[in-house]
């Protein structure tokens, strides 16, 4: 089995200086490659993830916002076949759940209900998610998938109202527990034919440091800390093809399960 764990802005930035405190951080970083993986492409959410599961370029697919003409944009509306319509129709059993290229984020072969709407806004929504997709990710590791693919976005929403603050490492550590749980505990890492891949979309920087500013510094839910950065997360365990960008996340999927 594949599993795809993606982590909506998570950095090394943090991780790094703290592996001491971030167990299974540590643990992944000894048992896989670990990797700043550099975007060349602007760093906002909905096209990166969009691009990393169906192989396209922003020139190809075009899609770079949640919103146009005033209303939120529905995956029908994007002209693409991600990785889990083309493995499905050849036959393996894929499921995705809670994939940020829309809002809410959409899932496939899951029923599973994003936490506030997908953006998760204060510390009882993060928790919540952080439990949900977990538990989700859990109930799903049982069922013998040739691909799953996950995703947490708390982190995002974390560090762009908290960016700079001690409370960005304790999401951190929590998140850290959970992959813990899913990872090891379950003995999903002791099985040396499943196959790992964690990733982010893009890093994280101070509000004024960002090259592309990717919302505006005023929110409904107050001031701004953080924005997006270019280097984004990246470590895989026992997969045989390198990712350079996220693109190559779906062709690296397409060798393994071709
Ligand atoms: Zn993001």
Redesign the pocket.
């Given at each position: 089995m594949i599993l795809v764990l993606g982590i909506?802005?998570a950095t090394w930035e943090v991780v790094t200086p703290n592996l001491d405190g971030l167990p299974s951080f540590r643990k992944l970083t000894e048992l896989g490659q670990a990797e700043v993986m550099v975007l060349q492409e602007k760093?906002?959410?909905p096209s990166?993830?969009c691009g990393m599961f169906s192989g396209k370029t922003f020139e190809e697919h075009r899609h770079d916002s949640f919103v146009r003409n005033g209303r939120l944009v529905r995956r029908e509306e994007i002209e693409v076949e991600f990785i889990w319509d083309i493995l499905a129709r050849e036959g393996r059993r894929v499921k995705a759940l809670n994939v940020?290229f829309v809002v809410p984020p959409y899932s496939y072969g899951v029923d599973f209900k994003p936490v506030g709407f997908g953006l998760p806004t204060n510390e009882k929504e993060w928790q919540e998610e952080l439990e949900r997709v977990t538990e989700k990710v859990k109930e799903l590791l049982g069922e013998k998938l040739d691909l799953l693919i996950a995703v947490y976005?708390l982190l995002?929403r974390v560090q762009h109202f908290h960016w700079g603050e001690e409370c960005v490492l304790e999401w951190y550590q929590k998140l850290d527990q959970k992959l813990g749980e899913l990872l090891f505990a379950s003995g999903f890492l002791g099985d040396k034919q499943n196959k790992l891949i964690i990733i982010?979309?893009?890093g994280f920087c101070s509000f004024g440091e960002a090259k592309v500013q990717t919302l505006p510094l005023k929110s409904e839910e107050g001031e701004l800390k953080g924005d997006?950065h270019e280097n984004a997360l990246l470590i895989t365990v026992n997969l045989d093809h390198p990712i350079k960008r996220p693109q190559d996340v779906f062709f690296a999927l397409r060798k393994e399960l071709g």
């Amino acid at each position: 089995m594949i599993l795809v764990l993606g982590i909506d802005a998570a950095t090394w930035e943090v991780v790094t200086p703290n592996l001491d405190g971030l167990p299974s951080f540590r643990k992944l970083t000894e048992l896989g490659q670990a990797e700043v993986m550099v975007l060349q492409e602007k760093p906002v959410s909905p096209s990166i993830w969009c691009g990393m599961f169906s192989g396209k370029t922003f020139e190809e697919h075009r899609h770079d916002s949640f919103v146009r003409n005033g209303r939120l944009v529905r995956r029908e509306e994007i002209e693409v076949e991600f990785i889990w319509d083309i493995l499905a129709r050849e036959g393996r059993r894929v499921k995705a759940l809670n994939v940020p290229f829309v809002v809410p984020p959409y899932s496939y072969g899951v029923d599973f209900k994003p936490v506030g709407f997908g953006l998760p806004t204060n510390e009882k929504e993060w928790q919540e998610e952080l439990e949900r997709v977990t538990e989700k990710v859990k109930e799903l590791l049982g069922e013998k998938l040739d691909l799953l693919i996950a995703v947490y976005t708390l982190l995002d929403r974390v560090q762009h109202f908290h960016w700079g603050e001690e409370c960005v490492l304790e999401w951190y550590q929590k998140l850290d527990q959970k992959l813990g749980e899913l990872l090891f505990a379950s003995g999903f890492l002791g099985d040396k034919q499943n196959k790992l891949i964690i990733i982010s979309d893009h890093g994280f920087c101070s509000f004024g440091e960002a090259k592309v500013q990717t919302l505006p510094l005023k929110s409904e839910e107050g001031e701004l800390k953080g924005d997006h950065h270019e280097n984004a997360l990246l470590i895989t365990v026992n997969l045989d093809h390198p990712i350079k960008r996220p693109q190559d996340v779906f062709f690296a999927l397409r060798k393994e399960l071709g």
